[in-house]
C-alpha cells in the first residue's frame, strides 16, 4: 500500500509513535520486570536520557522531512506524536524527582540533635512515594 494521502500518512506515523512509546516503556522497565525504584538513579537517568533522544530523534527527523517536502502535511502533530511527548514530560519529571531525592539523601546522615522528626517525616514520605509509584 502506498502512503499517498494525509490520512494514510496520519496512520502510519501513529503506529511508528506507539511503537516507540511502547519500546521505551520495555526498555526502562526491562519488560516489566523493573520498576524506576529498583534501579540505581545513574542507570534510570541513563535510560529516561536515551528514550528523551530518541523522541528528539524522531521529531526532528520529522521536522525536516516536513520541511524538505514539496508536499503539504496535513495531519495533527499532537495527535501523531502527543502520546509520546506525554510520556517525554513525565521521564522529565521523574528525573526531577530523582535529583530531588538524591539531594534530600544527605539528610539521613545528618546527626544533629533534635534532626530526627526532620529525617523520619522524609522517609515516610519517601515511603510513600514508592508505594505509588
Given at each position: 500500500q502506498f502512503y499517498n494521502t494525509s490520512d494514510c500518512m496520519?496512520?502510519?506515523f501513529v503506529k511508528i509513535t506507539n511503537q516507540m512509546v511502547f519500546a521505551?516503556?520495555?526498555y526502562i522497565t526491562?519488560?516489566?520486570l523493573l520498576t524506576v525504584w529498583e534501579y540505581?538513579?545513574?542507570e534510570l537517568r541513563e535510560k529516561i536520557e536515551s528514550c528523551l533522544e530518541l523522541y528528539d530523534e524522531y521529531y526532528g527527523a520529522y521536522l525536516d522531512m516536513k520541511e524538505r517536502s514539496t508536499r503539504?502535511?496535513?495531519f495533527s502533530e499532537m495527535y501523531t506524536f502527543g502520546?509520546?511527548?506525554s510520556l517525554c514530560e513525565r521521564l522529565r519529571n521523574i528525573v526531577e524527582m530523582f535529583d530531588i531525592i538524591t539531594q534530600y539523601n544527605t539528610l539521613l546522615?545528618?546527626?544533629l540533635e533534635g534532626f530526627d522528626p526532620i529525617i523520619n517525616k522524609y522517609k515516610v514520605f519517601l515511603s510513600g512515594m514508592q508505594k505509588k509509584g
Open positions: 496520519t496512520h502510519l521505551c516503556k520495555e526491562e519488560k516489566g540505581e538513579y545513574p503539504e502535511f496535513h502520546k509520546f511527548k546522615h545528618v546527626n
